[in-house]
């Protein structure tokens, strides 16, 4: 595989985080310092893999693969990558940013205390959605993972469920005894 791109990232020289247990999930990622809207937080690094590579990741479970295009993503499963703990909220106080040359960069959307866990939008696209369950606890939780564009097609679906559990519950309480 050729790649334009070092295959291997690794910068984060002294991130201003700290990893420990988390409420939303296994190990999360926690802010060491306050940052303001916009602050860069932390580089998202690893190993650029092809897709088919990525695919195989996957299948084995690997959780840190972040998707760069249609021909790379990246294997965030190294030791030097503490970003790689950052799980998903529906309400995230950080985003994740891609420059021209894939690296991804995590910055914060809204001011962040020392202490709080850093999240971001995962941006999982509605393919298993029902699989990836969201525990993420925010006041708009949606209870699945999925990219901000996809919310109200996900909303709609589950309404259309309560409707049809709805109406099959009422079928069972008017039936004749
Ligand atoms: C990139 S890892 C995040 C770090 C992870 N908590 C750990 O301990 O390694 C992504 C995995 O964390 C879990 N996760 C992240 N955000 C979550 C959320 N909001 N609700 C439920 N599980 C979540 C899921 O298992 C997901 O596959
Ligand atoms: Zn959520």
């Known amino acids: 595989m050729i790649s334009q791109f070092p295959s291997m990232l690794t910068t984060n020289p002294e991130p201003k985080v700290v990893a420990g247990p988390s409420g939303i999930a296994g190990t999360g990622l926690f802010a060491a310092a306050d940052f303001e809207p916009d602050d860069h937080v932390i580089e998202y690094v690893g190993e650029r893999i092809g897709k088919e590579e990525s695919d195989r990741r996957c299948e084995a479970q690997n959780p840190y693969i972040f998707n760069i295009d249609e021909q790379w993503d990246l294997d965030g499963n ?3 990558n503490p970003a790689r ?3 998903h909220c529906c309400d995230p106080n950080c985003e994740a940013e891609q420059d021209d040359d894939g690296r991804i960069y995590i ?3 809204k001011p962040l205390r020392k202490g709080e866990e850093l999240t ?5 696209d509605l393919v298993d959605w029902e699989d990836h369950v969201c525990n993420c606890g925010a006041a708009n939780c949606l209870g699945y993972m999925v990219a901000v564009e ?6 709609a679906k589950l309404a259309e469920k309560d ?5 099959a519950l009422a079928k069972v309480e008017s039936a004749p005894e």
């Open 78 to 80: 190294i030791d030097g």
């Open 107 to 109: 910055k914060a959307r």
């Open 150 to 155: 996809h919310i109200e097609t996900i909303k």
């Open 163 to 167: 409707a049809t559990a709805g109406t």
């Open 85 to 87: 703990f950052i799980n």
């Open 120 to 124: 971001f939008n995962y941006g999982y």
